[in-house]
């Protein structure tokens, strides 16, 4: 008897029926089973004393152990034993059965069909045990569930056509979503979109439920996963924990896998969208509009429904929302700044060639060594621009930069009309640039003295020679203490423009240093 094809209460209801006095045919015609099988129950319930109405009807182990083990529809697969080791090889390798039943003809002479290939399959597959899974059960506000999904393709605003990502964040419990369609998967972008999906919900769940994406975790592991670094200060700002699923295992997070997978077919199938703005426009009211108010196929009840009992368990939004920014490790090079995102930034000097911690949010940029720290920068710049504090430079450029034109003017007129006069035509001069012979000037005040150096300019002056060689040779000989009367320079002095010009033409005169001294 083909015990298979029957459950054991189909054996017990045709012996209720034989008890009751129907006959075979009356049994197959009620469907029980075929009039031979019951044929040939009936002769093994005569043999067994089943047919007595005073005595109860036996167990379903007595039946199953008269009945016997069923027995094999065929014995084709016997010619396959000889293969099973490499039939079990290569299904677990995923091959199919086709290939297998032509690798067996093609490499070892086996002349069998394919039915026997299928047999023996199924005797494998019977062996392998089977898949156990276990649903699990979330409470009200407990936890989320976040994953990343393909979007469609849209023109960019850089004019290019470029594939978009739909961000979809599921509250357990209720299965109502946060749905958001994005450029990129980046760490800035995974923040905000965690920070819209909180006002979008309007309360922060205890737990958030995520894959190991490298915007969140740069190291997957079982059981001690490390987080990044930003993702972590998002945690601790709005007051969730994260709960990284197992590498290797998207089933410990299947609610937002069904949800990303309701979106692309209920969603995004035959429909069309602008840009990205009318993309999550429409997201955002069918969300609200169609997939909110859904009987869903596991809760039975609409997400929308179940959100309202949902929504006060949960953890309100902080009073001021947490400063979300990205970190990132950047060089101090040799020119006092750090790159990032093709901006230049300045550090102090004393780091250069260290790696430094950076902090970029919307408004700011800010440099950390370890966790002291040492400068912040506003954003706004353009990619190539570069933002330069002055102190962050070595001393000498600092001063450089400091004395700068307006500076010079401001301490000429300090020293004197004539000091003024002088630094006013050596940065005037059209070929040249003099702010390094100008700051020259302004700095032999500190060795002369105020007085000195406006006599030494006033003298340079009357010789039409307003360079800074010539105010430090004139200080350097004294000459600035004798009285200044009519210059005898000759004419040429007057059309000098280098200072090198000026050296040559009293070098040709008989006795320049007279004519200094005059």
Known sequence: MARRRFEMHHYRQALLRMRQGDSDREIATARVMGRRSAARLRELAMQSNWLDPTVGLPEDGAIASALGAPKRASSTVSGLELHRSRIQAWFEQGVSGVAMCAALKREHGWNGSYSAVRRILADIREQVPADITCRLHFDPAEAVQVDFGAGPMLEHPDGVLKRTWAFVMTLCFSRHQYVEFVWDQTVATWLGCHRRAFEWFAAVPTRVIIDNAKCAITKACIHDPTVQRAYAQCAEGYGFKIDACPPHDPQKKGIVESGVKYVKGNFLALRSFRDLADLNAQARAWVMNEAGIRNHGTTRRAPLDLFEIERPLMQALPAIAPDLGTWHRVTVHRDCHVKFDYRLYS???????????????????????????????????????????????????????????????????????????????????RVLERLRAAQGVIGLRKTYGPDRLEAACARALAHDSPYYRTVKTILATGADRSPLSEPVTPAAYAGARFARDAASLFAESPSPQQDLLH
Do not use: S
């Open 347 to 429: 550090a102090p000097f004393t780091l250069v060639g260290k790696v430094l911690w950076l902090r970029a949010t919307d408004g700011a940029v800010a440099l950390y060594e370890d966790y002291r720290h040492v400068a912040t920068h506003a954003k706004g710049l353009r990619p190539g621009e570069r933002r330069t504090v002055r102190e962050h430079l070595p001393p000498k450029a600092q001063a450089f930069f400091a004395h700068d034109r307006l500076w010079l003017a401001e301490q000429a007129q300090r020293v004197g009309e004539a000091c003024a006069q002088l630094i006013e035509l050596l940065l005037a001069d």
